[in-house]
């Protein structure tokens, strides 16, 4: 195995990464020292080792200056080649896409990705061309990302005068066993998390998502696939809303029909367990309409959705919305338990639940701020306002991925019926002390990009323990609290 450095002042073996790949072997190893990149790099030889210096930023910047592109979907880091990992890179300016992952057993660790006119992120087959979007060619398997940042994403949808469509924040189409862990995605225009269209048995653990003009968690035509322990919420930045003054839904489950998915198999046997929404404009939805092209053929089929604990907020339309298949393949074998939703906070007339037809799906002991349909409710239910702050504010200070979120304050009250049980994502706990906020900068200037070294390792630690517990986050207050003032700090 051969180690490369990779200098662009010309101290390394080489002054480009684009040329340490060409001389690079299997198994070798190329290692970047601070420098900006101006390059698009294509790994194309197996089990190759790309990744910052230890204590080195590297970035690689594609030069898109915000305007109008006709680049397609090209990534400016592409990843052809299976075993590889890439680790501790900003990419960053992205003209297409950020990264693109298209080969086998692929790890990326610790990067960033901001500002591209397509997604940040797509994992899956590899296309025809520069110009499409996906392909429908056979599963890319054995995928991990973790602590990794992802922002300010799918920005052609802004940058375009009449723009047709928006591709997906963060892809993974036609994946199987794959893995999407301890990361953090805001401020996107598509998805900010696209699951779907084939993939299998992949899990989507402890991340953050929030602040999108579309959907936060997307599952589309995906099989056996976990969504379990991440943090969904919006700051209500108004940027956001759809042509309707609307915000996006949380987590939606929407089969999509049309020539593009005709040939991916519906969804089945996934779960959603133990996450936290807040303050998005329908908290979940299964989307079904008897549209056909552009339109949505959803079954919840052996699906479970348990120990969430969904929170309506001034952005928020809607609570639970299971909408009817119109195709006659009903809902079957699912169930609808040990949930918390509380729409106390959310504007007056915010209808709780819809679920019209009542077949399908089992509801069993959830906790409702109101009663929710007869179709929803079941024997052991709790109704009341339990939690300690429901209509607390979350904030964002300047155009940046900073937010102010306490989970503290969606936990049940301590001395609350809701505390006795393991209903819900949260455990109650006593509060010692105020949250911890970022200082103010003053002035106000664009920081530095964050220290992936040090947030991967803050990730590792915080972001894994609040992944699961028993079913739903575990108590990390504090070291959620550290995460969320470094990003706050030095994201942009």
């Known amino acids: 195995m051969t180690i490369f450095i990779v200098d662009e002042s010309g101290q390394g073996d080489y002054k480009t990464i684009g040329a340490a790949l060409q001389a690079a072997k299997l198994g070798d190893t190329i290692r970047v020292l601070n420098g900006v990149y101006r390059e698009r790099v294509n790994i194309g030889v197996p089990k190759i080792v790309l990744e910052a210096a230890d204590g080195h930023t590297p970035e690689i910047d594609g030069g898109w200056n915000g305007k109008t592109v006709e680049s397609g979907f090209a990534a400016q880091v592409q990843v052809q080649a299976p075993g590889v990992l890439v680790r501790g890179l900003t990419i960053r300016n992205c003209p297409g896409r950020g990264l693109g992952v298209t080969a086998d057993n692929v790890t990326v660790r610790g990067c960033r990705i901001d500002n591209t006119y397509q997604g940040a992120l797509y994992v899956g087959p590899g296309t025809k061309d520069d110009k499409s979007e996906e392909s429908d060619g056979p599963a890319v398997r054995g995928i991990l990302v973790e602590g990794c940042i992802m922002s300010r994403m799918s920005q052609s949808w802004v940058t375009e005068t009449r723009p047709k469509g928006v591709n997906g924040g963060i892809n993974f189409h036609t994946v199987e066993d794959g893995e999407f862990r301890n990361n953090f995605a805001s401020d996107g225009w598509g998805e900010i998390f696209n699951l779907g269209r084939g993939s299998k048995r992949v899990r989507v653990v402890g991340n953050i998502f ?46 999509e029909r049309g020539r593009a998915v005709k040939n991916f198999p519906f969804s089945r046997g996934n779960i959603i367990r133990g996450n936290v929404v807040v303050n998005t404009g329908v908290l979940l939805h299964v989307r079904n309409n008897t549209k056909d092209e552009g339109g949505y053929d959803t079954q919840l089929l052996d699906t479970e959705i348990a120990y969430n604990t969904l929170v309506g907020g001034p952005s928020t339309r809607g609570g639970i919305i299971i909408q009817p298949n119109m195709r006659g393949r009903k809902h079957a074998g699912s169930v609808f338990r040990d949930n918390v939703i509380d729409c106390s906070a959310a504007p007056n007339g915010t209808d709780i639940g819809t679920f019209s037809d009542g077949v399908g799906v089992k509801f069993e002991r959830n906790a409702w701020s109101t009663r929710p349909p007869q179709t929803m409710q079941s024997k052991d239910d709790l109704y009341g306002v339990f939690l300690t702050n429901p209509a607390a504010a979350i904030t964002r200070a300047r155009e940046s991925v900073e937010s102010r979120i306490d989970l503290n304050d969606y936990r049940p009250r301590p001395n609350s019926v809701l505390a006795a049980t393991n209903i819900g994502a949260l455990a109650a706990t006593e509060l010692t002390e105020p949250p911890v906020e970022p200082p103010p900068i003053d002035p106000p200037v664009e920081p530095p990009l964050p220290d992936t070294a040090a947030l991967v390792g803050l990730t590792d630690s915080a972001l894994a323990s609040l992944a699961l517990a028993k079913h739903g986050i575990a108590d990390a207050e504090e070291k959620l609290r550290q995460l969320m003032s470094l990003l706050g700090e030095e994201a942009v």
Do not use: M, T
Request: glycine share 14%.
């Open 210 to 255: 929030h602040s999108g003009n579309h959907v936060l968690g997307y599952l589309n035509r995906c099989q056996e696939c976990e969504f379990i322990g991440n943090i969904l919420f919006h700051v209500p930045d108004a940027a956001y809303r759809n042509k309707d003054g609307e915000w996006s839904a949380g987590i939606v489950i929407g089969d």
